[in-house]
Nanobody, 121 residues
């Protein structure tokens, strides 16, 4: 079984910063893309940022220049540095990874349980 464990969420004032972490553990062969999605109340889940094994990055327009995604492949961990946070960034943030559980299997999307980020004064 594969687990994605997120940490780092919480309550922060507008303009503040938070750093999210997501560590993959369990029985798997390899990971490809890893990323962060978020879902606010009554809204669909949306991509925040993704990073490939080679370090290629993609960001939602709403977070460009404020958020930075990075990964430590040796630790199977992805990070999201969030700066200049706004109330509209409030959401549950989910870690996502494409996981290959066997050497010749397909990559399957896997999700973490989510961590709440609240931006409020």
């Amino acid at each position: 079984q594969v687990q994605l464990v997120e940490s780092g969420g919480g309550l922060v004032q507008p303009g503040g910063s938070l750093r999210l972490s997501c560590a993959a553990s369990g029985n798997f062969f390899s990971l490809s893309d890893m990323g962060w999605y978020r879902q606010a109340p009554e809204r669909e889940r949306e991509l925040v940022a993704r990073i490939t094994n080679a370090g290629g990055r993609k960001y939602a327009d709403s977070v460009k220049g404020r958020f930075t995604i990075s990964r430590d492949s040796a630790k199977n961990t992805v990070y999201l540095e969030m700066n200049s946070l706004k109330p509209e960034d409030t959401a549950v943030y989910y870690c996502n990874a494409r996981v290959r559980t066997t050497a010749f299997g397909n990559f399957i999307p896997w999700w973490g349980q989510g961590t709440q980020v609240t931006v409020s004064s």
